[in-house]
């Protein structure tokens, strides 16, 4: 099973600076198959990158999907309002599919 | 517009079962694999297991945690998955989402508890 390891745990940004989301695996994720989603609370999971580095339908530019191998990243540029959430990443290129435990994004 | 609603999800005693309904709208169901993923309360995402198309074989795949007691099954002529949920644990207790490449419903909440 492959373990996905998320840093920081809880991120305190301000609206406008650039926030970088890190998400580690235990072994090399197959065809980079890894996805990014946000969660706000009480709603449905959204996805914002798939495959690594492509953005799903309608997700603005602002976010950003990097990495291979066992080392990934999402930069959310200049962070709004809206983007204060959980995030999470998942691989879903081996089974079981894992998840990150999350970082929380949150207004400092 | 791509839509999946839950349903079926409520409360059930330990060891009894349950039957969780996506209901598909949208899209070609019968194209897609179909997913199952639960969030426990305050806790992460978990994957639950999913049904490949027919041109793959429909074949299903379960995370450790629920095989032998989840079965997820599909009827493509009423574009509807299911997730039939056997020996019910207490730690089961979640919200439960189906999910179709990149598209998730709403999910519906199973409580198992006596």
């Known amino acids: 099973e492959i373990v996905l390891t998320q840093s920081p745990g809880t991120l305190s940004l301000s609206p406008g600076e650039r926030a970088t989301l890190s998400c580690r695996a235990s072994?090399?994720?197959?065809?980079?198959?890894l996805a990014w989603f946000q969660q706000k609370p009480g709603q449905t999971p959204r996805l914002l990158i798939y495959?690594?580095?492509s953005r799903a339908t309608g997700i603005p530019d602002r976010f950003t999907g990097s990495g291979s191998g066992t080392d990934f990243t999402l930069t959310i540029s200049r962070l709004e309002p809206e983007d204060f959430a959980v995030y999470y990443c998942q691989q879903y290129g081996s089974l079981p599919r894992t998840f990150g435990q999350g970082t929380k994004l949150e207004i400092k | 517009e791509v839509q999946l609603v839950e349903s079926g999800g409520g409360l059930v005693q330990p060891g009894r079962s349950l039957r969780l309904s996506c209901t598909a709208s949208?899209?070609?169901?019968?194209?897609?694999?179909v997913g199952w993923f639960r969030q426990a309360p305050g806790k992460g995402l978990e994957w639950v297991g999913f049904?490949?198309?027919?041109?793959?074989?429909?074949?299903?795949e379960y995370a450790a945690s629920v095989k032998g007691r989840f079965t997820i099954s599909r009827d493509d002529s009423k574009s509807i998955a299911y997730l039939q949920m056997n020996s019910l644990k207490t730690e089961d207790t979640a919200v439960y989402y189906c999910?179709?490449?990149?598209?998730w419903g709403q999910g519906t909440l199973v409580t198992v508890s006596s």
């Open positions: 949208g899209f070609t169901f019968g194209d897609f694999a």
């Open positions: 495959a690594a580095s």
């Open positions: 072994q090399s994720v197959s065809s980079s198959y």
């Open positions: 999910e179709r490449t990149g598209y």
């Open positions: 049904i490949r198309s027919k041109a793959y074989g429909g074949t299903t």
